[in-house]
């Protein structure tokens, strides 16, 4: 784990980041930066790239590591897992794998298929997006609620059932908004 972690700082790149203490930049209670990428680099994608503004309504986690990570793996099957549970309920798993580490997409690509990821899977070609959230270590995963803003944040490996728990309550939120009547416009006089 400490392995991982340090070569994570050494491969993004992360002297060009703004500073901040931990193994991440934070971005609890806020809109977090939108994922960069091109069509090419969602190896598992459908017809276009996703973009986090266009999941509002949406439970979003995404998580950024690479093949080889231990923790990246020690979580991998709780991320199946919840796309088989949770998907039609509204969860879009995201999991950015770091070109520094996996160099070509078509690695990645192979090596989502034999661990038959069945959520989205983007590389990171140019460690954009690993520098936009200032990771550090990783895994490191964002859980972002129907509003676009980040509800947890952290390192997922050491307590998944917790994890777990605050997806199941923000995919509630989901099911709340659904069951509210909508506002309908008054005719203007």
């Keep these: 784990m400490i392995r991982c972690a340090c070569l994570a700082v050494v491969l993004f790149g992360l002297q060009q980041q703004p500073q901040e ?83 070509k997409a078509g690695g990645v690509k192979k090596f989502a298929e034999r661990e038959k990821l069945a959520y989205s899977v983007l590389w990171d070609k140019e460690t954009k997006n690993g520098l936009a959230y200032g990771i550090k270590a990783t895994p490191t995963a964002y859980l972002i609620d129907v509003d676009g803003r980040v509800v947890w944040e952290g390192q997922p490996q050491a307590d998944p059932a917790a994890r777990e728990k605050v997806i199941a309550v923000q995919l509630e939120r989901i099911k709340k908004d659904e069951k509210k009547p909508e506002k309908k416009e008054e005719p203007k006089k």
């Design 21 to 103: 203490s931990g193994l991440f930049t934070s971005f609890k209670g806020k809109t977090p930066p939108e994922i960069a990428s091109d069509k090419d680099q969602w190896v598992n994608g459908g017809e276009e790239p996703l973009q986090l503004a266009k999941l509002k309504n949406k439970v979003v986690w995404l998580q950024f590591g690479f093949s080889g990570c231990n923790g990246c793996k020690a979580m991998r099957p709780n991320l199946v897992k919840w796309q088989k549970d949770y998907a039609e309920k509204g969860l879009v798993i995201i999991e950015v794998f770091n070109a520094a580490m996996d160099k």
